[in-house]
């Protein structure tokens, strides 16, 4: 059971996403594989395909839990509420939604921006992991990273540095941009689709994403999760997306 230092702490991190629930239940019981809300509107959260500690010692299941539970789920309300009752986006991916931000009602469009960007990008985070990943990418990402980094290495040291260079909250992201490999940073939940970019792999710098177990120490996070990485996941994307 947490203890009652760590539910403050975890109230305070829950409470700057606009979230309020109850921490009856123990945090180790909830976001187990293939459960999820149900929905309230046409998006819906996505189950977690591994357990909260699958990514242990990397990423801490209690993060997991916060991160996937409460914070993914506050932008899938919220994301639904905006777009109730607005016949002519019923149908719409997330993906065309953010793509032409600018085609929707002013009244909705930070809405939808800031958490459609938060469940597109959350999302895409989640399936971009596994346990016992790691590594580096082998047969056509491998030697695309190579060509555009001109090493692995080269692609990791571009990847932290755009990650430690976020100022607050954002992501840091690996792109086909044009056709090319790139890496870039956005703030808040922007997603690379709003740019006309192909999101391939994101790595959450928000605090909520590592602050219980790393504190302050960003850095050891972003090294530790490249020890998550499913690179089979991202290797399938970058394929679909050349091929496009």
Known sequence: MPTRREVIKVSMIAAAAGVVESFALPLSVRAQPGQAPAATGPFTLPALAYAVDALEPHIDAQTMTIHHDRHHAAYVTNLNGAVAGKADLAGKSIEQLLSNLDALPSDIRTVVRNNGGGHLNHTMFWT?????????????????????????????????????????????????????LAVVALPNQDSPVMQGKVPLLGLDVWEHAYYLKYQNRRRDYVDAWFNCIDWDAIAARYRSAARA
């Open 128 to 180: 971009s992991m596994k346990k016992g990943g790691g590594g580096a990418p082998t047969t056509e990402l491998g030697a695309a990273i190579d060509g555009a980094f001109t090493s692995f290495g080269a692609f990791k040291d571009a990847m932290t540095r755009s990650a430690m260079g976020v100022f607050g909250s954002g992501w840091a992201w690996l792109v086909l941009d044009a056709g090319k």
